[in-house]
């Protein structure tokens, strides 16, 4: 597919070409609003980030595919309970998978491992009613998971700078420029500001396409 | 009272609060050396590049007479103490103008008060410098702010102790504490000044100094002295009457409705006496205010015509105002009204004269229902549908497709 | 007699500790993506979500309270730990159709309607599940976890009413493109966040 094409459909599928991309244009973190509470509080170094960031790639993909294929018959009530007791027993051995491996690393993030069970992100497709495919969930989970994870560890990585003027331990500068990235309402403004950067950066691609769209339709 | 008029009294409030604070900054500097006009320069100028550069960024004018932003990084300065280092005033400065204010919209508009932002920001960033005290006429390095440190009487009275500090030392702020929030005498004739300019209003200061007063009575946590010395320790050894004339009398972020402004006044006064007590941080005054605020719009809708404290409503009512039933508080506008009435017989009669067929009727109606469909959905905005307008635009749509 | 003075004076102090010091919005993070897609969702009303927040919080933590002792007797003893949140959702789905059984009898069916949407999404989400897996890690007595659930949601109810008395404020168009929705909003409660953590200064405990 040449370059007109492509940015032509884009332009014209605009909604659909946003849904697709779920790592940039879609991220679930700073365009969709989705674990918030995770973030804002247990990711708040680049090593938490990481024992957050695998336990979603361990939970959210098995958990879709599982609930789409199993699913596929249930009214909207069925599926409120159905997806998170779904995520709940995956995440049963997912977590005690981490543990074995990390040790009390994943213990000691709390209840901020746990509550991803509930998490919108992991489960708030039982909203819809549409039925996923088995080739789709996969897909979308690989995608969500991505979007996840890069924001998760973009997040942790900045916050620890921020907060300690480390990354992953090793101490990059010795001044702490923001001490309150470590908190909770720390990780709201520091979210938000990058829901805001990212919202920038979308409406940049969108002109940007636009733009092109322009350019090719007057050199016909 | 037109808008404009309201425009030119809150511009008239900057300027003349600029000009209260001018004494204050002379008292501080006479109190602790020429520093405090570098920490005051530099926080105006950060505030005032960072008004400039949101107004490029945003590619607006730059509105040369918002002076909220300056007032505010004086004020702010006013509670630091001088030996503040400079990066901590530029930094809180700056993220207080773009994200405290200009993220919010910008001039007017901004729900929380700057200069409760600005201090809250550098007090939890940077607790040890901004809420240390300088001891009066000792000498202060220019540059570096290396000062004579000192206990302040706020935080002698949160460790549990007791400040001796005579009572006329209290009123002309020759203790250990902040640059510019200790001088009592300057702040209150500085208050008779914006009272009698009508610059600020009485309800909000002395509600909340009244309530600081009956808590700090009624349950004194400064022990070994009488009640009235407790009182007098409480309000005057800390930033109290500084929040009163400064802080609690922004116009983008208190209510305008008199009665609301005595509520606000009391909350204000609760709220703080709660944080000075229980909380961690002796400028209770600030994160206080924060919160609120947070409730400002609360109180005025309830206190102006047609609030429950106007009319007497009924429960479901009442529940309306707080907000919390979504599809009930949606306001109902002489538009949507329109659209109603429309729907059923004008727009089908028009649309078919128009164009003399039930499909044209239809794709009218479909236009109508979408629009209808977004003002519900969008609780906030007041959009409104004229059904000509909706009619002509439909008309030109055929005439490009060629029917 | 000493006993119940005891245990009401844990349920109250306990039930502060939950709505300022460890407000499940402000200072835990718990349920605020649930609940800013519910402020954003004319379906759900506001004050049906926290009443039934405020009930299931209370029935699933008695739940898991009652329960979670009985795993110790089952083959998966050794990892109560993994268990937990399968047993929490258990109890959530358990309380929700009860509640809904209920009320389908109880309540007209107009108001029934109107209270499902938010009986749904009240009934399980990261506020409820937090504040139990907070109790139960921490050890707490009846009373204390009763307070703590309690204390929670009446914190829950008292933040989501700040927050959408926030957004009154906050949506207009003279906030930044690039600002509006989910940056303003969280910026907003960033700020109400770090006054409540202002006053005990105490660190989220995880």
Known sequence: MDRKTKVNRELANWDDTVRRRKVLLSNPVFIKGLALAPLSVAATTLGNSLMLSIAVILILTPTRVITSLITRRMSVPLKTFFYPLTSAVVFGFAYYAMYKVFGTWPLNMGAYLPILVVDPLIVKNFEKTRKESFLYSIINGLRNTAGFVMACILLGTIREFLAYGSIGGLSIISVKLLPMARYSFGGFLIIGVMCALWNMYVNIYHDKLKKEAAGYELNG | MNKTSVKIREQSHYDDMLLALLPIILCACVMYSARVLLVCVVAFLTARISDVAMAVIRKQEVDTSDKSSTVAALVFCMMLPVSVPLYIVVVTVAVTVVLGKHAFGGKDVYPFSLAALAMCFAAVNWPNQALAAVTPLTKVSFWSGAAESALSGASQIKAGGLPYVSTINLLLGYHPGAMGSAFILVILSVAVFLLVGKRITWHIPVSFLA???????????????SRFDSLKLELLSSALIFYAVFMLNEPATTPHNPKAKIVFGVLSGVLTMLFRYFGSYEIGGCFALLLVNATEGFWDRLFSAGGIFENSRSF???????????????????????????????????????????????????????????????????????????????????????? | MSSMVNAIISFFSYSVLAIGAQNVIFIRGLGLSGGLRMINDPKKDTMYFCAFLTLFQM????????????????????YTRFVTPVLIVVCCTVSYILVVFVLSIAVQKSTFKRMIYSITSASINSAIVGTIIFTTTLGLTLAETIGFAFGSSVGYMLAMLLIIEGERKIRHDLVPANFRGLPITLIYISVLAMAVYALTGHRVAL
């Open chain 2, 211 to 225: 309530t600081c007063a009956i808590i700090a009575i009624v349950f004194p946590r400064i022990y070994g002295v």
């Open chain 2, 316 to 403: 479901k009512a009442w529940i309306a105002q707080l907000g919390l039933n979504k599809k009930k508080a949606a306001p109902v506008t002489a538009g949507n009204v329109e659209i109603k009435k429309a729907k059923k017989s004008a727009a089908r009669k028009s649309a078919d004269k128009a164009a003399g067929s039930a499909d044209t009727g239809n794709q009218l109606l479909d236009i109508i229902s979408a629009a209808e469909d977004n003002i519900d959905q969008v609780e906030f905005t007041t959009r409104t549908i004229d059904v000509k307008q909706a009619l002509k635009e439909l008309e030109e749509k055929q005439k490009k497709e060629g029917r």
């Open chain 3, 59 to 78: 029935i699933n933590s008695l739940l898991v309270y009652f329960l979670r002792p009985l795993i110790g007797f089952t083959p998966f003893a050794r």
